[in-house]
């Protein structure tokens, strides 16, 4: 018999294609999870390595107050970015054993998640900060609307779309 996707009471199975149980679920979406973070926090702490250093740099004393302030407002949502995507890992270690996979897989991905909101902001602020510095010139915000844009293209767009276009309803 062809598995209709629905159960023996014809409602619909809302485990769609994997037939897993909460654990088993829970413990492949961690595994998807942690490699994700993996990534993003690699580029988040080459970045925030990065700003750390350039307060040390002769060309910080040259700064405007502008320039100053999106650097101080960059260093500090580099600090929470790694925060939110570091949060996933301490969550895992401090609920390990506890038989709260699923609850912790959900808190991790929301995590995640605004880990990825705030990288955007990072890499927008830091953007703005480097091509202010570089060039003086008054199509930088026309740029870095344009690299905002390509980030929410590939970042949120495209895997919403996705998600709606073949998510079987």
């Known amino acids: 018999m062809a598995d209709t996707g629905a159960d023996t009471a014809g409602t619909p199975d809302?485990?769609?294609?994997?037939?897993?149980t909460e654990e088993e679920?829970?413990?492949?979406?961690?595994?998807?999870?942690i490699q994700e973070v993996r990534v993003a926090?690699?580029?988040?702490?080459?970045?925030?390595?990065?700003l750390l250093t350039v307060v040390f740099t002769p060309k910080y004393d040259s700064l405007?107050?502008?320039?100053?302030?999106?650097?101080?407002?960059?260093?500090?949502?580099?600090?929470?970015?790694?925060?939110a995507l570091i949060g996933p890992v301490s969550l895992h270690r401090?609920?390990?054993?506890?038989?709260?996979?699923p609850q912790a897989v959900r808190w991790a991905s929301r995590l995640t998640?605004?880990?990825?909101?705030?990288?955007?902001?990072?890499?927008?602020?830091?953007?703005?900060?480097?091509?202010r510095?570089?060039?003086h010139d008054g199509f930088v915000p026309l740029i870095v609307a344009g690299v905002v844009l390509w980030y929410l293209l590939c970042w949120f767009a495209i895997p919403l779309w996705t998600r709606h276009r073949h998510t079987s309803r």
Request: proline share 0%.
């Open 133 to 135: 510095v570089a060039t």
């Open 14 to 20: 809302r485990r769609r294609g994997r037939h897993e």
């Open 113 to 131: 998640l605004l880990g990825l909101v705030l990288l955007l902001a990072t890499t927008t602020a830091s953007l703005l900060l480097i091509l």
């Open 64 to 83: 405007s107050d502008t320039d100053r302030t999106i650097y101080l407002v960059t260093v500090v949502l580099g600090a929470v970015t790694t925060g």
């Open 41 to 50: 926090q690699m580029g988040v702490q080459i970045l925030f390595g990065f």
């Open 94 to 101: 401090l609920v390990s054993g506890r038989r709260v996979k």
């Open 25 to 33: 679920r829970a413990d492949r979406m961690w595994t998807e999870l």
